[in-house]
Each structure stands twice: as C-alpha cells, then as structure tokens.
C-alpha cells in the first residue's frame, strides 16, 4: 500500500455499530475511525528524532502515510517528546486539515501554538475528567502515566497522559508512554475496562538511558501482569517497531505473555494494518 493509499483505506472502511477500525501508525502511533469521526494518536512520520538526536534513532522503516495526505477530526497526543509530538508531522497535518483538534497535555499547548495551531484547536483536558468530543460520539477520559514520574505541574498539569476512548460499543485504551507506578492498577480499575489496550512494551535499561537518553517504558513481564490484571480483551503491544536500538525481540513479549496471562489475546500491529476490532455482547 502506497502513503497516499492509506487514506484512501480509512476513507472506504466502514464501521458497524459495536466495533472500530484501528490502523497502527508505527511506534504509539495509530489511526482509529468511529462512525462519525477520524481520530489520530502520537503519529511520528517523520525522520525528526533522527534529525535533533542522531543516527542511533534512524528509522528502521519509512512512515506508513505522508502527515499531508491525511485526512481526520482530532489527533490525541500524549507527551511532547519527538516521537509522540513530532513538529514535522503535526504541523502539515494540521494545515490539511483546518477544522481538526488537537487533545493535549498543557506541557503541549506552547509547541502547538508555535507551530502555528490556534489556541481555540488544542484542546487541554482535565485529568480523569470525561468529556466527549463536539460533534461525535466519542467520549474519553485523559489519565495521568509515568515516564519515569507521574510528573505534574500546577500550571501545565499532568505532563504524560494515557487516553480511555468509549466510541461505538468500544472502549479503546492507548496508554502513551508509562511504566508501572502505585496505584495505576487501581486507578484502571475505577475506569471503563478497555476492550482493546495499546501499551508500551519496549523495556528499559541503563545502556540505553545512559548512552542515549532513551526514557524506557513496561517490560514484558509488566505488560504481561498488567494485561491479566486490568482484564483486557486485546491487548497491541506498542513502541517496539520504529527504532532498532529501542526495541526488544518481540519473542519475549510472547513469552512473558503465554507464561503470565497465556490466554491474553494479542496483535503485533504492522505499520500501516489494519485491526478492525468487534466487540462480542452477550
């Protein structure tokens, strides 16, 4: 499938009521389409981490989709770092499309204006505070993450978010960038239980924070303990794909999941597939 063909994709792909279309973008990035809306989360399409921090975040494959060929309502983001808030990806998205929104944290606001997004687009939700999105269905809930410190500001709020979206008879989970920290268990629990969970699954150690300040996320025996304990349906392991000196073999993630939860549905989304999830009622 071309760049340009992945549009054109999402546009013909119809969504039955209990069910969404769910395309992976690379690393946290995916494409999720409702019945009255397009909705894009941390796309990286672009060589930018590469370009500021050097050739040890070369990509290991180009993006799926050119961010000006894109067409969509709102784009979730869920940290500043490069390769959630990527400049060169949101600005041509946003200037393709006018009438789109952008949902924050506040530690975004000032990078979004400065790239020429205005104020009344970004949209800084409160934490653990549903609300739903003017003109759709789509309601959700931004919630607190830790990478490595659930971080918070007095003015700018929480600085990492995770986001429950409830559309159409489904509850999606796409968990930014975390590891496990007192009471995120809990916290999930008082929440609406995800259907389908996209979690970052690349571990972590001290040669990478060390050599290339890379900030990790879960390790596989983590996910694999907290897919059992939030009682996921589906769960895409997520961050593992984009940089190859930022990624584990994805047979460990296999294991810890058949050791720990061995009945975990699971989906290793490719760049560019789609997962077209159906929730079974009853």
Same mark, same amino acid.
């Given at each position: 499938?071309?760049?340009?063909?992945?549009?054109?994709?999402?546009?013909?792909? @119809?969504?039955?009521?209990?069910?969404?279309?769910?395309?992976?973008?690379?690393?946290?990035?995916?494409?999720?389409?409702?019945?009255? =809306? $397009?909705?894009?989360?941390?796309?990286?399409?672009? !060589?930018?981490?590469?370009?500021?921090?050097?050739?040890?975040?070369?990509?290991?494959?180009p993006?799926?989709?050119? @961010?000006?060929?894109? %067409?969509?309502?709102?784009?979730?983001?869920?940290?500043?770092?490069?390769?959630?808030?990527d400049?060169?990806?949101?600005?041509?998205?946003?200037?393709? !499309?006018?009438?789109?929104?952008?949902?924050?944290?506040?530690w975004?606001?000032?990078?979004?204006?400065? &790239?020429?997004?205005?104020?009344?687009?970004?949209?800084? @939700?409160?934490?653990?505070?549903?609300?739903? &999105?003017?003109?759709?269905?789509? %309601?959700?809930?931004?919630?607190?993450? =830790?990478?490595?410190?659930?971080?918070?500001?007095?003015? *700018?709020?929480? %600085?990492?978010?995770?986001?429950?979206?409830?559309?159409?008879?489904?509850?999606?989970?796409?968990?930014?960038?975390?590891i496990?920290? @007192?009471?995120?268990?809990?916290?999930?629990?008082? &929440?609406?239980?995800?259907?389908?969970?996209?979690?970052? $699954?690349?571990?972590?150690?001290?040669?990478?924070?060390?050599?290339?300040?890379?900030?990790?996320?879960? &390790?596989?025996?983590?996910?694999?303990?907290?897919c059992?304990?939030?009682?996921?349906?589906?769960?895409?392991?997520?961050?593992?794909?984009?940089?190859? !000196? +930022?990624?584990?073999?994805?047979?460990e993630? $296999?294991?810890?999941?058949?050791? $720990?939860?061995?009945r975990? *549905?699971?989906?290793?989304?490719?760049?560019?597939?789609?997962?077209?999830?159906?929730?079974? +009622?009853?």
């Amino acid at each position: 499938m071309t760049t340009e063909g992945l549009m054109d994709h999402i546009a013909r792909t @119809p969504v039955i009521p209990d069910s969404l279309a769910i395309w992976g973008m690379g690393q946290m990035g995916a494409a999720v389409k409702g019945p009255d =809306a $397009v909705a894009f989360f941390d796309l990286c399409l672009s !060589n930018i981490v590469e370009e500021v921090s050097g050739s040890w975040w070369s990509r290991a494959y180009p993006p799926p989709a050119l @961010p000006e060929t894109l %067409r969509g309502h709102f784009t979730f983001i869920t940290h500043e770092h490069l390769d959630h808030l990527d400049t060169q990806t949101v600005k041509p998205l946003a200037q393709a !499309n006018p009438e789109m929104r952008f949902i924050a944290p506040g530690w975004c606001r000032q990078i979004l204006l400065d &790239l020429g997004i205005a104020s009344e687009r970004i949209i800084i @939700p409160q934490a653990l505070a549903p609300m739903t &999105l003017p003109g759709t269905s789509l %309601r959700f809930t931004a919630i607190p993450a =830790a990478h490595y410190e659930k971080e918070y500001d007095e003015e *700018k709020g929480y %600085r990492w978010f995770g986001y429950i979206v409830e559309w159409n008879g489904v509850t999606f989970y796409h968990a930014g960038d975390t590891i496990m920290f @007192p009471d995120y268990v809990h916290m999930l629990a008082m &929440l609406p239980k995800a259907d389908v969970a996209l979690i970052p $699954v690349n571990g972590r150690d001290y040669y990478r924070e060390t050599d290339a300040n890379a900030t990790g996320n879960l &390790l596989p025996f983590e996910a694999a303990r907290l897919c059992l304990d939030a009682g996921w349906d589906l769960v895409i392991p997520g961050h593992n794909d984009l940089y190859p !000196n +930022n990624t584990i073999p994805f047979s460990e993630i $296999v294991h810890a999941l058949n050791t $720990v939860s061995p009945r975990q *549905k699971y989906k290793i989304l490719q760049p560019g597939e789609l997962l077209y999830y159906v929730k079974a +009622n009853g």
